[in-house]
Every structure is written in structure tokens, then in C-alpha cells.
């Protein structure tokens, strides 16, 4: 069994920043890509950003420029720094990883997601 959880949201004003933290634990054999999603009342969840094993990165248009992803593979951790924050990016956030068990099964997983809420 694979556990993703997510840390480090809260309440911030816009303009602020906050940086979320995502751990995964249990039977890893090694993390591929991981992601960010985020999903506001009433709204489907949305990809917010990804990142390959080897650090590939990619961003929806709404927040290249202010978010960054990246990763610690020795840790399997993977953040998510959140700049210049807008009342728009209040979400739960959620992370999400492609998970090569050890039993040699690939397998995405879920955090419980993180509540991040922007005040203007």
C-alpha cells in the first residue's frame, strides 16, 4: 500500500506565497511522475502541474510564471511553491503520483488534499 500526504496549506492574502509539500510512503519502488491538482467548489478537478522523475515540468497557463513544481526523489517528496496568489487559486489541493510498487505494479495514487484559501 502507497500513502501520498500533502502539508502546507493555510489561509493567505493575495500576493502572498505558500509552499505545499507532498510525502509518499509504504511499498515504493521507485515515484515517476507526480503531480499537482486542485479543485474548487463546484469546479472539477484540474491539473495544476507536473513533473517527471527526471524533472520534467509542465504548468496549466493560469500559473506559469507564479507556481513551481519540484522534487526530491531521495525523499519522495514533491512541492509545490506557490507565489503572487490570487483569490482564484483557493482549492483543495491534491497530490498525485505514478507509483511503481514493490510488488511491480504501476499504480497512481491520491493524497487526502490540503486546503489552500487566498482572501483579496
Known amino acids: 500500500q502507497v500513502q501520498l500526504v500533502e502539508s502546507g496549506g493555510g489561509w493567505v492574502q493575495a500576493g502572498e506565497s505558500l509552499r505545499l509539500s507532498c510525502v509518499a510512503s509504504g511499498s515504493i519502488l521507485r515515484l515517476n511522475a507526480m503531480r499537482w491538482y486542485r479543485q474548487a467548489p463546484g469546479n472539477q478537478r484540474e491539473l495544476v502541474a507536473d513533473i517527471s522523475r527526471d524533472g520534467n515540468t509542465n504548468y496549466a497557463d493560469s500559473v506559469k510564471g507564479r507556481f513551481t513544481i519540484s522534487r526530491d526523489n531521495a525523499k519522495n517528496m514533491a512541492y509545490l511553491q506557490m507565489n503572487s496568489l490570487k483569490p482564484e487559486d483557493t482549492a483543495v489541493y491534491y497530490c498525485?503520483?505514478?507509483?511503481?510498487?514493490?510488488?511491480?505494479?504501476?499504480?497512481?495514487?491520491w493524497g487526502q488534499g490540503t486546503q489552500v484559501t487566498v482572501s483579496s
Open positions: 498525485n503520483a505514478d507509483v511503481l510498487s514493490t510488488s511491480f505494479r504501476e499504480l497512481r495514487f
